[in-house]
Every structure is written in C-alpha cells, then in structure tokens.
C-alpha cells in the first residue's frame, strides 16, 4: 500500500481547501467535493477521520458544515498523516524490541534503515504546515494567473 494514496491525497486536499477558507466560515462537504473534484461519499468518510482527530469540527444547523479545529499553523501535514492512517507509524507497527545487530541476515540493517526512513519523513511532514500548504498554493495560483493562456 502506497503511503500517498488516493485518500491520503484527498485528506490534503481537503484540509487545506478548508484552511483556505475564513476560520468563522463553516464549508458543507459538497461543497469542498466539488471544489477539489473528490467523491462525496468518499470526502465524508476522510473527514470523519479528520474530525476523530480533532483536526476538523463539525457546525451543525443552516449554515453548518465543517472548519478547523485549529489555525493551519497549528496542523500539520503529519497530524492528517496520522488520522488518515490511524497509526503513530508510517511504514509498519510498533518496532522490534528484541532485534539486535546480531540478528540472522540482513534484518537489523534492513530495520534500522527502516527506522531512520521512518524518522526523517516524520520529521518532514510534521514540519509542514498547511498553512505552509496554502501559501505553495498560493504561489502557484500567482504563477498561473501571470501566464495568461497558457
């Protein structure tokens, strides 16, 4: 299973269509759908998982729909990670607690290379803001709007 599938990318999407959007401003899931071309059974069930994570809440009534629980500065691209894989890893469960060097084969040096993957790419997407996702965003769309027909 690949880390950036499908609903990991939708969870983003997602995410930082809601962190764009005015924090007194709740947004139906439909409409972020059809915003970010997700199906709307399927951005229902991610934002569940958002919301489990206290990562999304949800306003009820006219009017209602779903906003941050936090300011985008506050939300990690590793906080939805997690909420969308429901597990502290990235690669695999709780590590080895009897693997040593003296392991048969190659299993220690495969693990800790594991561990050390493990490390950095926590580190990165948990150094990555969405707010630091929108303002890419952001850049983009400045990019685009200069280069007109193309």
């Not at 609903?7 to 930082?16: D, F, G, I």
């Not at 709780?94 to 003296?102: H, N, T």
Request: proline share 5%.
């Amino acid at each position: 299973m690949s880390l950036f599938n499908s609903k990991l990318r939708y969870a983003l999407c997602a995410a930082v269509d809601l962190a764009m959007q005015p924090a007194a401003c709740a947004c139906q899931s439909r409409e972020i759908a059809a915003r970010q071309h997700i199906p709307g059974p399927y951005l229902d069930q991610i934002l569940a998982s958002l919301k489990g994570a206290s990562l999304v809440r949800s306003v009820r009534g006219a009017g209602g729909g779903y906003n941050l629980a936090r300011s985008p500065e506050r939300i990690t691209v590793g906080d939805v990670v997690r909420a969308v894989l429901r597990s502290e890893r990235l690669f695999s469960g709780a590590p080895d607690a009897a693997l040593s060097v003296e392991s048969p084969g190659a299993t220690w040096v495969v693990r800790d290379f594991e561990e050390r993957a493990e490390t950095l790419l926590t580190q990165y997407l948990d150094g990555t803001t969405l707010a630091d996702l929108v303002q890419r965003k952001s850049c983009v769309d400045d990019s685009l709007s200069m280069m007109p027909g193309i």
